[in-house]
């Protein structure tokens, strides 16, 4: 493959009413040199009986794996690829006409540019548009401290792969911020550039990689596990600027009052009293940290 080669990296788990769409997306882009790697992630709806139909009509890769999160498939498929560039795209996104050339544009002119991401729409499954993101401009403390407000959504992300396997894979023990995390990796060692362009349709849904081989509550458990890791891995970037330690310190917060509000839930108000404490600690100025421990005394 040459220099301008792009493989397009699709986790799917139970996305068979989805996957072709996502597929046609990419081979509507008419880019001539391109895979397109669909990895399995142990579905039970369907969805291999569709990926062999793509296979013979659309020419894609894909592999089946046993169920193991969205991380891990992705990491798969990249491993898997032949391409100079990496674009990750989820089963149930869709790309718009123009997106890869455009990103290719930039990355030919620009070599000290690693990765290309764009604006993007979430929209509802009745195609109702729920929010239009400019995804250089977010407000959000964690992405403007860390990221620098870049808010790079996987579907959008156009990547060099030499830059990629610099930057190490997703980590599949960050259930929920394998993408923030891989962000900040990336943020730290290479040039980002956003296109102000709406080129991506995120669906928003309320079901896919939920739909797992667990339960609502382990799903729970698993996301706060995750997020302490992650948080953790953040408190470990050193020297911390005055806005990551603020935007670092607003999330612990965020993070004890959701394990706050789960030992409530579960009935014990001694352990919540703890988190709303430590969360006190984390956001002194938050009213919220206060009314919540105040509740754990009248329950």
Same mark, same amino acid.
């Given at each position: +493959?040459n220099?301008?080669?792009v493989?397009?990296?699709?986790?799917?788990f139970?996305?068979a009413?989805?996957?072709?769409k996502?597929?046609?997306?990419?081979?509507?882009?008419?880019h001539?040199n391109?895979?397109?790697?669909?990895?399995?992630d142990?579905?039970t709806?369907g969805? #291999?009986?569709v990926?062999k139909g793509l296979? #013979?009509?659309e020419?894609?890769?894909?592999f089946? $794996? !046993?169920?193991?999160?969205p991380a891990?498939? $992705?990491?798969?498929g990249?491993?898997?690829?032949r391409?100079?560039?990496i674009a990750?795209?989820?089963?149930?996104?869709?790309?718009?006409p123009g997106?890869?050339? *455009?990103q290719?544009?930039?990355?030919?002119? $620009?070599p000290?540019?690693?990765l290309v991401h764009?604006d993007?729409?979430? /929209?509802?499954?009745?195609?109702?548009?729920?929010? $239009?993101?400019s995804?250089?401009?977010?407000?959000?403390p +964690?992405?403007?401290?860390?990221?620098g407000?870049?808010?790079?959504?996987?579907?959008?992300?156009?990547i060099?792969k030499r830059?990629?396997?610099? *930057?190490?894979?997703?980590?599949?023990?960050?259930?929920?911020?394998?993408?923030?995390d891989?962000?900040?990796?990336l943020f730290? +060692?290479?040039?980002?550039e956003?296109?102000?362009?709406?080129?991506?349709?995120?669906?928003?849904?309320?079901?896919?990689?939920r739909d797992?081989?667990?339960d609502?509550q382990t799903?729970?458990?698993?996301?706060?596990? !995750?997020?302490?890791r992650?948080? +953790?891995?953040?408190e470990?970037f050193?020297p911390?600027?005055t806005?990551?330690? *603020?935007a670092?310190?607003?999330?612990?917060?965020?993070?004890?009052?959701?394990?706050? *509000?789960a030992a409530e839930?579960?009935?014990?108000?001694?352990e919540?009293?703890?988190?709303?404490?430590?969360a006190?600690?984390k956001?002194?100025?938050?009213? /919220?940290?206060y009314?919540r421990?105040l509740r754990?005394w009248?329950?």
């Amino acid at each position: +493959m040459n220099d301008e080669s792009v493989s397009v990296v699709i986790p799917v788990f139970n996305g068979a009413p989805f996957v072709a769409k996502a597929v046609a997306s990419v081979r509507a882009q008419g880019h001539g040199n391109l895979e397109i790697l669909v990895v399995d992630d142990g579905s039970t709806d369907g969805t #291999q009986e569709v990926l062999k139909g793509l296979e #013979q009509s659309e020419g894609i890769r894909w592999f089946q $794996r !046993s169920h193991g999160g969205p991380a891990r498939s $992705r990491n798969y498929g990249i491993e898997a690829a032949r391409g100079h560039y990496i674009a990750l795209l989820d089963c149930d996104d869709v790309w718009l006409p123009g997106k890869l050339a *455009a990103q290719l544009a930039i990355m030919r002119a $620009r070599p000290e540019v690693g990765l290309v991401h764009t604006d993007f729409d979430v /929209r509802f499954e009745d195609g109702t548009l729920e929010e $239009r993101v400019s995804a250089r401009a977010s407000r959000e403390p +964690m992405v403007q401290a860390f990221v620098g407000g870049h808010v790079a959504l996987p579907s959008t992300l156009l990547i060099r792969k030499r830059v990629l396997d610099e *930057a190490g894979r997703l980590d599949p023990e960050l259930y929920g911020s394998e993408d923030s995390d891989l962000t900040i990796r990336l943020f730290r +060692m290479t040039g980002f550039e956003c296109l102000d362009q709406v080129l991506v349709t995120k669906l928003q849904r309320g079901h896919g990689y939920r739909d797992m081989a667990f339960d609502e509550q382990t799903h729970r458990e698993r996301v706060l596990a !995750s997020r302490d890791r992650f948080l +953790m891995r953040l408190e470990g970037f050193a020297p911390l600027t005055t806005a990551q330690r *603020a935007a670092l310190d607003r999330e612990w917060a965020n993070y004890y009052l959701l394990k706050g *509000a789960a030992a409530e839930r579960a009935g014990r108000a001694d352990e919540a009293r703890t988190h709303y404490r430590k969360a006190i600690g984390k956001a002194p100025g938050r009213i /919220r940290c206060y009314t919540r421990w105040l509740r754990t005394w009248t329950a």
